[in-house]
Every structure is written in C-alpha cells, then in structure tokens.
Nanobody
Framework: QVQLVESGGGLVQAGGSLRLSCVVS????????MGWFRQAPGKEREFVAA????????YYADSVKGRFTISRDNAKNTVYLQMNSLKPEDTAVYYC???????????????????WGQGTQVTVSS
C-alpha cells in the first residue's frame, strides 16, 4: 500500500513562494510517476503538474507553467512542487498522487491516479 503525506503549505502574500513536499512510503519512489493536483473552494479538483519515473519529463497545467516546478528526490522518497510568483487564484488544497502500476505513465486526468495524500492548504493573500 502506497502512502503519501504532503507538507509545506501555508499562508503567503501574492508574489511569494512556497515549496510543497510529498513523502512516499510503501514503495520506492523510483518506481512511481507522480502528480500534483489542487482543489479550490467550490471548485473541482484540477491537475497541476506531473513527473515521470525518471524525472526526465514533466507536465504542467497552463495556469502554472513558468511559475511552478515539479521535481523528485528518489533517495529521499520525496516529490516537490516549487511554487513561485504565487497568485490569489492559486489558493487551494494541494494533493500529491500516484498510480497503482509502476509501469503507468501519468498526465492530467484524475483517473490515472490511485493513491492520494490528505492534502496541504495553500492560501495566497492579495
């Protein structure tokens, strides 16, 4: 059973930065592609970013491209989401997610992911 635990959320002013972490247990991170999603109040959960097992390829939602960076440290079993130039519309609960299969690639659809963390709140004030 894969378990995911996010941390690093908080309150930040617009233009500021935060780095979210997602610690993976139950399986070596090197065997998993990973993704980040977010859900704002009253809205559906949406894709933010994804990274392949090798870390060579990354994918981003248009709304965060150029501001957010997903990365991974397999030795620490941790995936990161570096968020710069934050905007009030980035306010949401952020979730990391992983597929069941080590062979799975990942993208923007929730259906591609089987394991989810509990989420970490990010609030950006104007």
């Amino acid at each position: 059973q894969v378990q995911l635990v996010e941390s690093g959320g908080g309150l930040v002013q617009a233009g500021g930065s935060l780095r979210l972490s997602c610690v993976v247990s139950g399986r070596a991170l090197s065997r998993l592609a990973m993704g980040w999603f977010r859900q704002a109040p009253g809205k559906e959960r949406e894709f933010v970013a994804a990274i392949t097992r090798s870390g060579i390829s990354t994918y981003y939602a248009d709304s965060v491209k150029g501001r957010f960076t997903i990365s991974r440290d397999n030795a620490k079993n941790t995936v990161y989401l570096q968020m710069n130039s934050l905007k009030p519309e980035d306010t949401a609960v952020y979730y990391c997610a992983a597929p069941f299969s080590s062979l799975a690639s990942v993208g923007p659809r929730e259906s591609e992911y089987d394991y989810w963390g509990q989420g970490t709140q990010v609030t950006v004030s104007s």
